[in-house]
């Protein structure tokens, strides 16, 4: 069982890092793409292990690539495609992707249906696991953005109170004055 495991990591990185190659990754970002794919054919195996279900474990896998490119990118800064790309290759449903096509050719046309319906599943889970992280991290930005700008807001005020607390100078005494009562003699 270890050794399987062992096994699926080492082919899932490498034919990573060999597709990245392909693709011109930069060589500083080879081993993080290679690690990118790695995590999420890991996490498509292990959730295919739990639930034996394909659509459930490429979302899943396709959120945890999502996460870690998204972070990875940020702190190589590199565009978020040189890292998605090749990690989701070892996702891609190339095997049902052949069978529609081969059972399409030899006439068998329920069969290649059924293929077809399996490459459309397995497409779409992965399109809504990166388009869940993608809106996920917008929103957590946004959310950033305005508590920003509530700080800003916020000592922005506190700095003009402060100031015009400064610049208020005592109000000068008034002089009183007697008043004489005046009567008019006409």
């Not at 011109?24 to 081993?31: D, E, G, H, S, T």
């Not at 295919?48 to 896998?61: G, R, S, T």
């Not at 305005?146 to 402060?162: S, T, V």
């Not at 005592?170 to 009567?183: C, G, H, Q």
Request: glycine share 4%; aromatic share 12%.
């Amino acid at each position: 069982m270890l050794l399987s495991i062992l096994e699926q990591a080492c082919l899932s990185f490498f034919g990573t890092v060999a597709f990245s190659t392909i693709l011109n990754v930069p060589k500083r970002a080879l081993i993080y793409c290679g690690l990118t794919g790695t995590s999420g054919w890991m996490t498509y195996k292990f959730f295919m292990y739990l639930f034996n279900e394909i659509i459930v474990a490429n979302f899943m896998a396709a959120i945890v690539i999502g996460i870690l490119y998204m972070q990875l990118s940020r702190r190589l800064r590199i565009p978020v495609i040189i890292l998605n790309t090749p990690a989701i290759l070892p996702l891609v449903p190339g095997n049902a992707a052949y069978l529609f096509v081969r059972y399409a050719v030899e006439g068998d046309y329920v069969a290649s249906v059924q293929h077809l319906m399996t490459v459309f599943k397995v497409s779409g889970a992965i399109v809504f696991g990166f388009m869940f992280i993608s809106l996920a991290e917008q929103q957590i930005r946004r959310q950033r953005q305005e508590r920003a700008r509530r700080q800003l807001k916020k000592k922005a005020a506190k700095a003009a109170q402060h100031e015009q607390s400064k610049k208020r100078l005592p109000l000068p005494k008034t002089p009183k004055f007697k008043i004489k009562n005046r009567t008019s003699k006409d």
